[in-house]
């Protein structure tokens, strides 16, 4: 089995209960209901449109909720800007399309949040930069600008950035999908590694490969709803609803 | 069966340079002057063009009188041939430059204060290669220049200064404890009491470190435009990214006090606002409040600077992808750490050519005071040179003057502005 063994805790760390989001008038996210336990790596997949990404975009409030309640490490997701701002330094995220700040060099992308959320001395936060650009295989960049690197570069250093803050949790929003095919493995390397630390993971992808040896749980969405949940063995091998294995055929199929 | 397509590479080709370019002065002509028929027309008659502007003009500059005491003896001079009358030049420069009123000992004065904005904004302008520590240059130039330019005693700019100082601190300790709001309360405060205190001291020390006091209404020529286009382009900026900021705030109050003066503002000419700034303004103050007519002038020139700059650094913020705002957000960044720190230096960079478009026309349009009567270097022309016995007709002369010093200056900011952009260019290197 080329599941690796990684504990996972009994303490929760992100609780979703009856969620429910829309957009305008458009039914986004219907009774959500999710555990999250410290520890666990989870991948999230279903159809363009079923609302995964908005799900895990509303874990750190990207997306407001409108009904139902998210609580975070303990935490509860409200209006309230003081928790908003404690949740996000605690929950990393990784979009599909990088995001790093192009005016700003590699090292300067990864201790500006460090240096102003957590003030953090300089020279500390450089310190712990260059050591999360070498976990990610990248000290040499450090001095140039995010326009300089080649896609996988820079969703590493994406990563890299977040990982600076010391998050407890990670998201990450389809973060191999604006990738060339050569670059999506050495992305890929870098979250099993983090994986295999221990780190919690919530992944939006479709990277079943990735899913079956580093996931504990996936689950599939559509229409806004979550459909299935399993061990990534059950869920591939002996799927239960006719949406899931529909979904399977169509992206393993070829 | 091997297919006839069937083919593999086995030897991969080494970098080779790339072929010399083809020089020489003769080439390039050939190519970019002469590379047709119509090409060469044209050629040929731009070359008679320039060539026919030159040859005219010449002999006005090259016969130009430099000494003579007014116009008729000037023509005297000339006797019938074509020439300039620079005279006009070296009798009046110094009302061109510092008006018709300034007191001629104190011309060092402005001088002076021109000569040190250079190094005082240098820290500002070229924060690369300037220490930080030398922008308290930047901070202390505005009270330094009143100090030369306006005269009076010093204790009147630092009495302001400290003013500002202990406002600051009380805003920074207040918003802190108990919010926004109160440090601004806090803040108002502060500096009102430390003004209304300061004004015993300077009056008790009003001979301390004096310079003879020069009244606002004296102050005049190309000294006066550059006095408003330096404060109106400094103040505009600010004010300008927070209308821009305001207006994109989800604060409905915020955002509709904004977008009403913005297009208020730009709705009105600027001539209209100067009127109100000379005449209207005064009746919505109390009975007895003098504002400087400077004063007067440098608000409305601001605010109308501002709401343009404000719709430019629009722009630029809409032009920023939303993923920039979610990277900030999401790496626990507040409102103004995002903006400070994220947003704005992008925006602010595409808005560069926007921003000094505003600049540039703004200081021209300093030039629309004469038109409330007060002497800037056009008004000192219309006004006193051109009606004076001495000097009526020699318009060529000296507004070619006036041009050439709003030349050299808004050149200056056109060169600076494009070196800015290549020195902040980081995405395509």
């Known amino acids: 089995m080329a599941q690796t063994q990684m504990k996972v805790s009994d303490e929760v760390a992100i609780q979703i209960n009856q969620m429910n989001k829309w957009y305008g008038t458009f039914h986004v996210l219907r009774d959500v209901n999710l555990t999250v336990n410290r520890g666990e790596r989870i991948v999230i997949c279903g159809p363009s449109g079923s609302g995964k990404s908005t799900l895990i975009r509303c874990i750190n409030r990207l997306e407001e909720h409108q009904a139902g309640d998210i609580i975070v490490d303990g935490t509860e997701l409200s209006s309230d800007l003081k928790n908003i701002d404690k949740i996000r330094s605690e929950v990393g995220m990784c979009f599909q399309h990088f995001n790093l700040f192009p005016h700003l060099t590699i090292l300067e992308n990864c201790t500006l949040a460090p240096i102003w959320v957590r003030k953090t001395p300089k020279k500390e936060a450089e310190e712990t930069a260059m050591h999360f650009l070498e976990k990610v295989k990248i000290p040499d960049q450090a001095m140039k600008y995010p326009g300089q690197l080649s896609g996988g570069q820079q969703q590493r250093v994406a990563i890299a950035r977040s990982l600076c803050m010391k998050p407890r949790i990670m998201l990450f929003d389809e973060p191999t999908s604006a990738l060339d095919p050569e670059m999506i493995k050495e992305v890929l390397d870098t979250m099993i590694e983090l994986a295999e630390e221990g780190m919690t993971m919530l992944c939006v992808t479709h990277e079943m490969g990735f899913a079956r040896q580093v996931a504990n749980r996936v689950i599939f969405m559509d229409q806004g709803q979550i459909v299935e949940q399993n061990e990534p063995e059950e869920f591939f091998n002996n799927p239960q609803s006719e949406r899931t294995q529909l979904f399977l055929s169509q992206i393993i199929g070829h | ?429």
């Open chain 2, 1 to 429: 069966m091997a297919s006839e397509y069937s083919y593999v590479r086995t030897d991969f080709l080494g970098e080779s340079p790339p072929p010399a370019r083809e020089t020489g002065a003769i080439k390039w002509m050939r190519e970019n002057l002469f590379s047709g028929w119509l090409n060469t027309i044209l050629t040929v008659l731009a070359i008679y063009f320039v060539v026919w502007l030159v040859v005219g003009v010449w002999p006005w500059f090259a016969n130009g009188v430099w000494d003579a005491d007014n116009l008729a003896e000037c023509r005297a001079i000339l006797d019938g041939a074509t020439g300039a009358c620079f005279a006009v030049l070296s009798d009046r420069w110094t009302q061109m430059l510092f008006g018709i009123a300034y007191p001629a000992d104190g011309f060092w004065r402005p001088t002076l204060a021109f000569i040190l904005l250079f190094p005082s904004v240098a820290p500002a302008l070229f924060a690369q290669y300037v220490p930080r520590k030398f922008l308290i240059a930047t901070a202390l130039y505005p009270f330094l220049a009143y100090w030369l330019i306006w005269g009076g005693t010093i204790m009147i700019p630092i009495v302001t200064l400290i003013g500002l100082i202990a406002a600051y601190f009380a805003f920074i300790r207040l918003e802190r404890a108990s919010g926004f709001f109160m440090g601004l309360v806090g803040g108002v405060v502060a500096a009102a009491i430390i003004w209304y205190l300061g004004g015993f001291v300077t009056d008790a020390m009003s001979g301390f470190l004096a310079l003879p006091e020069v009244a606002s209404r004296d102050m005049g020529g190309f000294m006066l435009n550059m006095i408003l286009g330096v404060v109106c382009v400094s103040l505009s900026l600010p004010l300008g990214i927070v209308l821009a900021l305001g207006r994109q705030s989800s604060m409905p109050i915020i955002k509709g006090i904004c977008v009403i003066f913005i297009e208020f503002i730009r709705g009105v000419p600027l001539i209209t606002l100067l009127f109100v700034a000379n005449v209207v303004l005064a009746y919505f103050f109390p009975p007895g409040t003098n504002l400087d007519l400077i004063l007067r002038v440098i608000i409305m020139i601001t605010m109308f600077s501002a709401a343009y700059i404000a719709e430019v650094i629009r722009g630029g913020l809409a032009a920023l992808p939303k993923g920039q705002y979610e990277a900030g957000d999401s790496l626990g960044l507040n409102y103004s750490q995002a903006m400070r720190l994220i947003i704005l230096p992008q925006a602010l960079k595409i808005s560069i050519p926007g921003i000094v478009n505003v600049a540039v026309g703004l200081f021209k349009d300093t030039t629309l005071v004469s038109v409330i009567s007060m002497f800037d270097l056009v008004g000192v022309i219309r006004g006193p040179i051109l009606s004076s016995t001495d000097w009526t007709g020699v318009y060529w002369e000296a507004f070619g003057f006036a041009a050439l010093l709003f030349f050299v200056i808004c050149y200056g900011i056109s060169q600076y502005s494009q070196w800015l952009e290549r020195q902040l260019q980081t995405d395509h290197r």
